[in-house]
């Protein structure tokens, strides 16, 4: 399962079901401009490297993606219930923009549906 609706998305990682925030990459394509601003190129291996300037490194893998996210609550079935509930991370839903949580909300209520469906869906196996 996985709902997107503008940068709120709710999906399975992990074997949990969790919500994240996705955001615009700062540092995606900017390897070349930071090089410029002072960066110095550390080569890892082949493959992998990294960008460092005063003590502030940066990973490689940090260039590669146009958004980045991170996990604001997630959310498991109780069976004892039939419901699901929801375990915020810290203050993060209460820092989401208004829109956010319009958003969030609608994502949350399709994946209510998808969770219990999927629960059933078990129970009759």
């Not at 460092?52 to 990973?59: E, L, M, S, V």
Request: contains cysteine.
């Amino acid at each position: 399962m996985k709902i997107r609706i503008e940068n709120i998305e709710c999906r399975v990682s992990q074997n949990r079901y969790e919500f994240v925030r996705w955001y615009l990459n700062p540092y995606y394509g900017q390897e070349a401009t930071l090089q410029e601003d002072g960066y110095k190129l550390v080569k890892v291996d082949e493959k992998r490297f990294s960008l460092t300037k005063n003590n502030h490194f940066i990973d490689g893998s940090c260039f590669q993606n146009p958004e980045g996210c991170y996990v604001i609550a997630t959310i498991e079935y109780d069976a004892n219930e039939n419901c699901t509930e929801i375990k915020s991370v810290g203050d993060r839903l209460l820092k989401l923009t208004e829109e956010e949580r319009m958003h969030f909300f609608e994502v949350y209520h399709y994946a209510d549906r998808q969770i219990k469906k999927e629960k059933l869906n078990k129970e009759e196996q």
